[in-house]
């Protein structure tokens, strides 16, 4: 940024902008609803590792409406100093980086203790989008954004390792199954179903996919994924650019329509099921041509149709939940994963408290590509370690890589001596 006037009000403006846009109907509200009660501070999974003002979901969003009430509210632009409103200088937004990257998840669950019903977390994705049209967004972030503009996934993992590891697992299955029938049909037209997964299942958590893969193939289910676009991130929804998460959107949407399924199903990803199914629409402002819900919700279907007959018993270990908050608190499924869990493991057991009352892990809010706020968000953690330790489980059940991630890093720092595993791995166990 350079010094010169000129420049200084442009970017101003260019932030304004992005500010009103951000505001905009209900989200003004919130922006002048803060109390500053406090009550916030004991629902916050960062405020709890780390007790300091800063931290408080309350003082992170007031940095926000800061810049608002600067120059939406008459008293704002009249007497600044008066209110608390601030001018929004490059500076002003250096400090505001930290804050809503580094100091929040944007998991919502300050949101549901707010005595005036505050949505801290709108107002913290406000914040993201203004400091994404000025370019303000951290470069691991930001990184993993251009990576999926520019190859298709956020892992730029190229086509011929997308096959050369299908071929792999196939093998696999064949062999565990029993079976030479078994296939990962790829780029495949006509059939029923597009599978869009997390480029980690390609990389680091090729048991994730094996195990869809096995429970398609037993539930007789007509699929393909896109060596293309198959990737069920959409870390534009992290990084406030809506330019970049709608146009994230519309290659799958497109790609769906040219492969000629009848619906996507979307792998076990929180911020990618709300991005797709919630948010895509908003983004892309108009209805999509072709269904998509959560593999979560197809697992249970197949377990009522009978096309997967599971043995609970091959499951003997205690299983517990972590409820990923973009799937659950923002994006409403925290049924269909209990019903599956209950049916496929023999002893079940839920952490506390869970479903929307759940604590954030720490990973969310793309906080693992920020390497930069990396010792703050494992010592977030802190709290979900306790929940785990308090049930007694051996293995954790999360329906989100991202989180499952963070649990393995919290299982590592805090002792815990447990396994993460993804609903459809567990599923898959006790069907073989």
Not at 319 to 343: A, F, I, K
Request: charged share 25%.
């Amino acid at each position: 940024m350079g010094d010169n006037g000129q420049s200084r009000r442009e970017f101003a403006a260019q932030a304004r902008a992005a500010l009103q846009r951000a505001a905009h109907g209900l989200a003004a509200y919130h922006m002048n609803a803060c109390v500053r009660c406090g009550l916030c501070a004991e629902s916050c999974h960062i405020y709890q590792s780390q007790p300091e003002p800063p931290n408080v979901p309350g003082a992170k969003a007031a940095r926000v409406i800061s810049h608002y009430r600067r120059h939406h509210t008459l008293m704002g632009r009249l007497a600044p100093s008066l209110v608390g409103a601030r001018d929004l200088t490059p500076e002003a937004l250096e400090e505001l980086v930290e804050t809503v990257y580094g100091r929040c998840t944007a998991c919502g669950r300050c949101g549901l203790h707010c005595s005036m019903g505050l949505d801290v977390a709108a107002i913290i994705r406000a914040g993201r989008h203004m400091l994404a049209s000025v370019k303000m967004v951290p470069d691991g972030l930001q990184r993993t954004v251009d990576n999926q503009l520019e190859t298709g996934n956020q892992m730029a993992i190229p086509r011929e390792e997308v096959l050369s590891t299908a071929e792999w697992l196939v093998e696999d299955l064949q062999l565990e199954l029993g079976d030479e029938d078994v296939s990962i049909p790829i780029d495949e037209a006509g059939h029923r179903v597009l599978y869009l997964i997390n480029p980690r299942e390609l990389k680091f958590f090729p048991l994730s996919l094996m195990a869809a893969a096995g429970i398609f193939h037993l539930a007789g289910e007509s699929w393909t994924l896109s060596s293309r676009f198959f990737d069920v991130t959409n870390y534009g929804l992290f990084s406030g650019c809506h330019t970049s998460a709608g146009e994230l959107t519309r290659r799958v949407v497109d790609e769906a329509r040219q492969l000629g399924v009848e619906e996507i199903i979307l792998s076990e990803c929180g911020h990618g099921f709300r991005s797709f199914r919630w948010e895509g629409p908003n983004w892309l402002e108009e209805e999509y041509a072709v269904p998509m819900r959560s593999i979560l919700e197809l697992l249970e279907e197949y377990l009522d149709n009978g096309r997967i007959k599971p043995d609970p018993a091959k499951n003997q270990d205690r299983v517990t939940l972590h409820d990923p908050c973009n799937l659950v608190r923002w994006g409403g499924v925290s049924e269909p994963q209990r019903r599956v869990l209950r049916r496929v493991v023999s002893d079940f057991v839920e952490m506390s408290p869970n479903r929307k009352d759940n604590y954030c892990c720490g990973g969310g809010g793309g906080m693992l590509s920020m390497s930069e706020y990396g010792e703050r968000r494992v010592a977030s953690g802190g709290i979900k370690a306790e929940q785990i330790r308090a049930t007694g489980a051996k293995i954790v059940a999360t329906p989100c890589h991202n989180c499952a991630d963070q649990l393995l890093e919290i299982n590592k720092n805090y002792g815990l001596g447990v396994e993460v595993q993804a609903v459809a791995e567990l599923v898959y166990s006790s069907l073989t």
